[in-house]
């Protein structure tokens, strides 16, 4: 019965549209796939005020959350605002601890004030900010992918990733990562499923291991 179904909701990463999702399958006698997508943040909107709006596209009970990236620090603050039966954080961090130095730099000196993403009609470098890498032969792909350029969301978005005060990593949740990650790349410690060949773009090019493994990592 459709009533029986476990409601998955999942959060693109910084700049990303849901498409980034659309190789994610999943037994669809088992599970519903719920696509989140990013607001434009209000200027002074803190991340705990964000997510708690974001809560508000949650419309089942005992879900499942999975974030990626910046979206992966999003679905920890909705985690502790709702109830879920599984969280998964993916390509993303366990604390501010693991933010690399240039981030850490960033928030010392406030230069991320400064950063100019007014410039963010370029798509390469936006694709720097959201992927760590030029689009060098992806253009298409990244201009399919990344399309969340407003200026006042791509300011609030650095702001909140480099001043992110997480302390420990949330208990409630699964952290995958790869180990070719160059975001975010001292996320592989601690309690962390690792992924070969894995980086910070898995979600999308490592979809198999996502589809064949998320059923029993949800069960489990």
């Not at 950063?115 to 992806?138: C, M, W």
């Not at 969301?153 to 990562?177: G, R």
Request: hydrophobic share 40%; charged share 25%; proline share 4%.
């Amino acid at each position: 019965m459709k009533t029986d179904l476990t409601h998955v909701y999942l959060m693109p990463g910084m700049a990303a549209n849901p498409t980034i999702f659309e190789y994610i399958k999943l037994p669809e006698d088992q599970y519903e796939i719920h696509w989140l997508k990013w607001q434009i943040p209000n200027k002074e909107e803190t991340l705990k005020e964000y997510a708690q709006r974001m809560c508000q596209f949650i419309k089942h009970e005992n879900i499942v959350l999975l974030g990626v990236s910046f979206g992966g620090i999003l679905v920890q603050e909705m985690s502790k605002l709702i109830k879920i039966k599984k969280l998964f954080v993916v390509s993303s961090v366990k604390s501010h601890y693991e933010l690399p130095k240039r981030f850490k730099l960033l928030k010392v000196t406030k230069a991320y004030k400064i950063l100019p993403t007014q410039l963010v009609s370029n798509i390469d470098l936006l694709a720097k900010y959201a992927f760590g890498e030029t689009v060098k032969k992806r253009v298409d792909l990244y201009k399919k992918y990344l399309s969340v350029n407003d200026k006042t969301y791509l300011d609030w978005s650095i702001k909140q990733v480099v001043c992110w005060d997480q302390e420990e990593p949330n208990t409630q949740a699964i952290y995958i990562h790869g180990d070719k990650d160059i975001v975010f790349p001292h996320s592989c410690t601690g309690n962390c499923i690792v992924i070969n060949g894995g980086t910070h773009i898995m979600i999308i090019n490592k979809y198999k291991w996502f589809n064949e493994n998320l059923p029993k990592l949800i069960e489990s």
